[in-house]
């Protein structure tokens, strides 16, 4: 495969040789055509002249074959003029009386209808002029071989192959230099992206010129570099965090298993070992069970099957799930300017994704309330789906807003107050995107408040 800059070079070649060619064949065939039309006009006037010294001087000597000579500035090659006579069917007169046939030849060619014909006959150019008068239909025909038009033709001809191929060879050099240079700034991108390693992937691309297309491509680049890092930042702090959540359950179920073992003891105490053994254990599922739903909503984002889900029925699905888990917890529902029309409720997205996402914000909203209770309302108004999710507590810091949505991560406000993996909102944020919703964050000392936005499926 050919480099860019090889196939930059053969392309400018090719198009600029295919142009000069052009130009070249234009040149060439209208300057033979001038050349023609020249010396046809030459045999033109040699036949005008002759008819008139033949005829005004009403004879056919010696004399008058010198003034025709004397009337050509310059000699034609093989000239030849012959004067016919359509009446008689005769040749009256010829200056090669030798070469008298040559002009017969012409003689069933000539159109009576016609006042001046041109031909060639090999490398001849004939001029035939139709006479009328009192002397009878004459023509005067006269032919010559135009060598000084060939040669400077041929000359020509040598003159544009030379200059092609010098031309041919010049763009080869300076076609290569240019791509080259035009170039110049891809081979520094490559260097600069050699140079990036996972140690430094804070690095970007520089380039001098922002507006011209490799700068476009350049600013392309370091945008996918930013989500390069990001992606990394979080897998590395999604590992850390990771590794962290499950060290401590494991270990702690270790710890208890071994100081059961260490001698025997009552059932009553077993029983406790055991109860707790449990707690960790399913704590250690649940932490499972999270982790699996935020990589299942990351992988498979773009391939979740879409269907119409009518997000009020929804809304008392998740309140009924909840409380029957959680019997302390208590959910208040209210619709705002419920609609009449049944599409105003219904969206199109995937049913179990947004089951996850409304338990979750609502399951948090009762977790960090006093009094276990969340207060969510719905509202359907043109087109748009809005549930917001109210609960009293303490406030999110102002700080700490930007990255409740990130992975494990949380708040110390919350981390104190109750158990967690912080991995919820962030399974809620990756919902939210692929549903092409927006969720917005509020916090005050009177409580909390997470609003929904969607699109429903009909516009109205």
């Known amino acids: 495969m050919l480099n860019i800059r090889t196939r930059l070079t053969y ?120 006479l009328t008068g009192g002397q009878g239909k004459n023509w005067v025909i006269v032919s010559g071989i135009d060598q ?38 891809m081979s520094g991108i490559i260097r600069q992206v050699n140079t990036f390693f996972p140690e430094n992937v804070e690095k970007r691309v520089e380039h001098p010129n922002r507006s011209d297309e490799i700068g476009l491509l350049v600013a392309t680049f370091n945008r996918l570099l930013d989500r390069i ?21 494991l270990t702690k179920i270790n710890a208890q298993i071994d100081v059961a073992l260490i001698q025997q003891r009552n059932p009553e105490v077993y029983e406790r070992t055991l109860h707790s053994l449990q707690e960790d254990t399913r704590n250690l599922i649940q932490l499972t069970n999270t982790l699996l739903e935020l990589a299942n909503t990351s992988i498979q984002g773009n391939n979740m099957p879409f269907e119409p889900v009518r997000m009020d029925e929804l809304l008392w699905e998740t309140k009924t799930q909840l409380q029957a888990w959680n019997e302390d917890y208590r959910i208040q529902l209210t619709f705002t300017d419920f609609p009449d029309d049944e599409e105003a409720l219904i969206m199109n997205g995937n049913r179990a994704s947004l089951l996850v996402l409304l338990m979750n914000l609502v399951d948090n909203a009762c977790k960090f309330s006093p009094a276990k209770t969340a207060i969510v309302n719905f509202q359907s108004s043109r087109g748009t789906i809005t ?59 009177n409580g909390t408040t997470f609003t929904l936005t969607f699109s429903t499926a009909s516009p109205f």
Do not use: C
């Open 11 to 130: 392309q400018f070649v090719l198009i600029v040789t295919l142009i000069l060619l052009f130009f070249s064949l234009g040149v060439y065939f209208f300057s033979k055509l001038y050349l023609e039309k020249r010396f046809f006009k030459r045999l033109q006037d040699r036949a005008i002249t002759t008819t008139t010294l033949l005829f005004d001087l009403q004879q056919t000597d010696s004399t008058v074959l010198r003034l025709i000579d004397a009337a050509g500035k310059v000699p034609l090659l093989n000239e030849n003029i012959s004067v016919y006579n359509e009446k008689t069917g005769a040749v009256l007169f010829s200056t090669n009386p030798a070469n008298a046939h040559f002009h017969e030849q012409f003689i069933p060619q000539l159109d009576s209808t016609s006042q001046i014909l041109y031909l060639h006959q090999q490398e001849y150019q004939i001029v035939a002029i139709h």
């Open 148 to 185: 000084t038009s060939k040669e400077a033709l041929d000359d020509l001809r040598k003159i544009l192959m030379v200059m092609i191929l010098s031309a041919i060879l010049l763009l080869g050099i300076s076609g290569w230099f240019f791509a080259d240079r035009a170039l110049a700034p």
């Open 387 to 445: 549930v917001t999710i109210f609960n009293e507590g303490p406030p999110i810091p102002k700080a700490d807003i930007p990255h409740i949505f990130q992975p494990f991560f949380r708040s110390n406000s919350t981390a104190q107050s109750s158990n967690g993996h912080g991995v919820g909102l962030a399974i809620v944020s990756q919902v939210t995107q692929i549903h092409q919703g927006h969720i917005a964050v509020s916090s005050s000392l």
């Open 229 to 249: 890092e990001q992606a990394l930042k979080t897998q590395k702090m999604f590992i850390a965090n990771v590794s962290h959540e499950l060290k401590n359950p």
